[in-house]
């Protein structure tokens, strides 16, 4: 059988509105992207996932959708749209669209018709509820970006839901007429010529019917997790969504599927129970410190090969991994899972490459990553531009549950600004991403970390990326090789072997600025090395390895 293409694509995600201006207005935009077209096609990426691009208010950075049609007047036009889609294609580069439809904005038609009144067409596009006999909220559910997750509307005098920002209405998918003005919408997109869809917290689309309080686990609010995430009729939704939509098209498609274990990303994604290709899980991802997920510390390496051998192993044969380090939501790679200091960046943002593009399942590079972007040197507050890191200091520090002191380490760690910073295009004022003043700061040390530099330094991590991606077209067995972790319990070092017909490969990745020997496996001591982070190779064909600060290296072995 023919390979999908999808398992054999690299991913390159772009956050518009901090990949590229082109009218000095500091927001990022669509002829922006058209514009580095050629930038992206030298890397080798073979798909472009953009964030949300809709005509939307901006309460969220565009996931608060006004209208699905429109385009953002800040990104530009239709026809700018248009265009770029159509240069992506020319240059063989396919582009896959954010889609948000758990909620809209409050600014939608759709919910400015709901919430006129209990009679209507749209009366129940959204999920409303009575407030309880004492006027107040229908339970005691939390939002994601903090305080209730319910929102009195004085109009309809009913609370609706929104599992986001009160701007943020969930759409009620129980009603038949909602899934069908959201599967007309996809199906236009995909008459317009569109490669697929990401699928924003699309596991929340099916909430349960009765609604009780959620388990406060210490905090001001409950857990709506139980009630409102892999609900009762998710998957009967998407299989919908897949009959009459997705499998008209060559789609990709990848869900957010927060929560997420592995036997249920096999309904989600397994390679016959026809709803998505792909999902994206974030157990990798998700520290669970003193502050929720606000943890500046480092997850010890035992438990992350763990959590990615877990997910490499269980769905072998049974479902498509998604390969990620960081994305709009996450913190920077480097500065999170490796080691940003001048010395060992470069280093450690290729081994996390490596240690990640050689894995099973299709990988994601978020802007930046190829350059070895790190993450903002926050001092306030101030600095903020993302609406839950804005509400989470609120919450913590502006009520008195905890100093400044003990939390901002934690917050500016994690922050989602930290991977919305400007891309930084070159040396010049604002690192070449705009003529005007940028939305949000400029990480100041884009004079050593910028396109144009690594593009001229043929050991850059640009170039090494560009290395990994043309190997994985090359070697069949990165694309579908089983994995075999080794090693499990070394605290430093990540190794692995993958093997797929004949072909055989050991990686071996350090996280440690430390030295460490290690012993080969016999039948790799006379293999070949696919690519290396060092310029030399080291002890090759020794019985023992060194391994050096932050190495990583591919030995191939064909039997």
């Known amino acids: 059988m023919q390979t999908p293409w999808w398992k054999e694509a690299v991913v390159y995600q772009i956050y518009p509105r901090s990949f590229m201006d082109s009218n000095g207005d500091g927001i990022g935009d669509l002829n922006g992207i058209t514009s580095k077209l050629d930038y992206l096609k030298e890397l080798g990426i073979d798909v472009i996932w953009m964030s949300p691009v809709y005509q939307s208010p901006n309460d969220d950075n565009g996931y608060d959708i006004s209208d699905y049609q429109a385009i953002m007047d800040e990104f530009g036009t239709m026809e700018d749209f248009d265009r770029l889609l159509s240069e992506a294609h020319k240059r063989g580069l396919r582009i896959v669209m954010d889609l948000v439809v758990n909620h809209t904005s409050d600014e939608h038609a759709w919910f400015v018709e709901s919430r006129k009144g209990k009679e209507g067409p ?44 009160k701007k943020q209405p969930d759409l009620n998918w129980d009603n038949p007429k909602v899934r069908d003005k959201v599967f007309q919408m996809m199906a236009w997109w995909c008459d317009k010529g569109i490669d697929g869809f990401r699928m924003d917290v699309i596991s929340m689309i099916s909430k349960t019917a009765n609604m009780p309080d959620g388990k406060a686990n210490g905090g001001l609010y409950g857990d709506f997790g139980p009630y409102c995430v892999h609900g009762p009729n998710v998957h009967q939704y998407l ?25 249920q990303a096999c309904l989600y994604a397994g390679t016959d129970t026809h709803e998505l290709n792909m999902v994206f899980q974030f157990e990798h991802v998700d520290p669970k410190g003193k502050y929720g997920k606000w943890d500046d510390r480092k997850m010890p390496l035992v438990t992350l090969k763990k959590i990615l051998s877990k997910w490499q192993e269980e769905l072998y044969g049974k479902a498509w ?8 939501d996450q913190p920077r790679a480097v500065s ?43 001092k306030s507050p101030d600095e903020f531009r993302d609406i839950e890191s804005v509400h989470a200091y609120e919450e913590w520090c502006e009520s008195g549950r905890v100093s400044h ?17 400007p891309f930084q295009w070159d040396d010049s004022p604002n690192g070449g991403f705009t003529k005007g003043t940028p939305w949000i700061l400029v990480n100041p040390n884009y004079r050593e970390i910028n396109a144009q530099a690594a593009l001229k330094d043929p050991d850059s991590v640009f170039h090494y990326y560009q290395k990994l991606i043309a190997l994985r077209k090359q070697y069949p067995v990165i694309v579908h090789g089983k994995y075999r972790l080794l090693l499990e319990d070394d605290p430093d070092l990540f190794v692995y072997t993958r093997e797929f017909e004949g072909e055989k490969l050991l ?21 070949q090395c696919l690519i290396g982070n060092y310029p030399d190779l080291g002890d090759e064909g020794k019985e023992k390895r060194l391994v050096r600060p932050y190495e990583a290296f591919v030995y191939f072995l064909r039997q």
């Open 122 to 165: 749209y009366a129940d596009f959204y999920i409303w509820r009575d407030g309880k006999a004492d006027g107040s909220e229908p339970n005691n559910w939390g939002s994601c970006f903090s305080g209730s997750a319910w929102q009195f509307d004085e109009g309809r005098g009913q609370y609706y839901l929104h599992l986001f920002s």
């Open 239 to 263: 299989r919908e969504m897949n009959e009459r939509v997705l499998s008209r098209y060559d789609l990709m498609t990848v869900g957010e599927t927060s929560g997420v274990t592995p036997e």
């Open 321 to 328: 991994n998604s390969l990620f380090w960081d994305n709009h």
């Open 336 to 378: 999170r899972f490796g080691d940003d200091r001048p010395q060992y960046r470069v280093r450690s943002a290729k081994m996390l490459a490596t240690c990640l593009h050689m894995m099973q399942g299709t990988p994601y590079i978020y802007q930046g990553e190829e350059l070895g972007m790190t993450n903002y040197p926050f």
């Open 405 to 421: 002191e003990e939390f901002w380490p934690c917050i500016a760690a994690i922050s989602r600004d930290n991977a919305r910073t």
């Open 507 to 527: 990686v071996v990745c350090s996280f440690t600025e430390e030295e460490r020997e290690i012993s080969l496996p016999e039948e790799f001591k006379e293999a």
